[in-house]
C-alpha cells in the first residue's frame, strides 16, 4: 500500500468521526486533501461524495440505533439537496480547478468566521 493510501485511510477515520459527531458530510475536509493529492477540482468534489456516501450509510444506522433521525425532515432535505446536487455537478464542469479552489477557499473562511464568532 502507498502512502497516499495510508494518509487517505487515516484521513477517512478522522473524516468519519467528524461527520457522524457532527452532521456535516466531511466533504470540506476531503476535498482540500484531494486537491493538495493533486486531484482536480471535479474528481475530488466526485471521490469525495462516494466517501460521504459510505459514511453517511454508517452514520445512518449508529444514529437510527439511538433514535436521532426525523425521517420526514430528512427525506425532504434530501428531495432538495437531488436537485441542488444535480444543477452543482454541472456548474462544476465549468470552473476550473484554479477558480474551485479559491471559490472553495472563500466558502470555508466565511464558514469559520461565522462559526467563530456566533453566540
Do not use: C, W
Amino acid at each position: 500500500m502507498d502512502n497516499n493510501m495510508i494518509i487517505m485511510a487515516a484521513f477517512g477515520i478522522f473524516v468519519g468521526i467528524g461527520a457522524s459527531f457532527s452532521g456535516l458530510g466531511g466533504g470540506f475536509l476531503m476535498v482540500p486533501l484531494l486537491l493538495f493529492m493533486g486531484y482536480s477540482a471535479q474528481k475530488s468534489v466526485g471521490t469525495s461524495f462516494l466517501a460521504i456516501l459510505v459514511i453517511s450509510i454508517s452514520a445512518l444506522f449508529a444514529h437510527n440505533k439511538l433514535s436521532n433521525i426525523d425521517y420526514k425532515a430528512g427525506i425532504l432535505l434530501g428531495a432538495g439537496g437531488i436537485i441542488g446536487a444535480q444543477i452543482g455537478a454541472r456548474l462544476l464542469e465549468h470552473v476550473s480547478t484554479a477558480s474551485f479552489k479559491k471559490i472553495f477557499s472563500a466558502i470555508l473562511v466565511a464558514l469559520a468566521a461565522y462559526l467563530l464568532f456566533k453566540k
